[in-house]
Nanobody
Framework: QVQLVESGGGLVQPGGSLRLSCAAS????????MGWHRQAPGKQRELVAT???????NYADSVKGRFTVSRDNAKNTVYLRMNSLEPEDTAVYYC???????????????WGQGTQVAVSS
């Protein structure tokens, strides 16, 4: 069994910063791509950022230059540093990871429960 647990969400004023963390635990043989998605009220879930095990990153255009994704492979943890936050960044943020739970077992996608980020004055 695998769990992804996010932390670090909250209420912040426009222009402020937050750092989200997501730790994977359980039967983990290997971790592939890890990333963050978000879902605002009334909107579809959208990709925010991803990072490979080698450290290659990809960002949505709307967050480039403001958000930074990173990971600690030794801790099975992915982070999202969010700077210059805007009201449009308000959403539930979900982490996900491609995880292999055993030798010869295919990678499967796992999701966290989500953490709320609210940007408001």
């Amino acid at each position: 069994q695998v769990q992804l647990v996010e932390s670090g969400g909250g209420l912040v004023q426009p222009g402020g910063s937050l750092r989200l963390s997501c730790a994977a635990s359980g039967s983990i043989f290997s971790l592939g791509v890890m990333g963050w998605h978000r879902q605002a009220p009334g909107k579809q879930r959208e990709l925010v950022a991803t990072i490979t095990s080698a450290g290659s990153t990809n960002y949505a255009d709307s967050v480039k230059g403001r958000f930074t994704v990173s990971r600690d492979n030794a801790k099975n943890t992915v982070y999202l540093r969010m700077n210059s936050l805007e009201p449009e960044d308000t959403a539930v943020y979900y982490c996900n990871a491609a995880i292999r739970t055993g030798r010869g077992i295919a990678l499967a996608d796992y999701w966290g429960q989500g953490t709320q980020v609210a940007v408001s004055s």
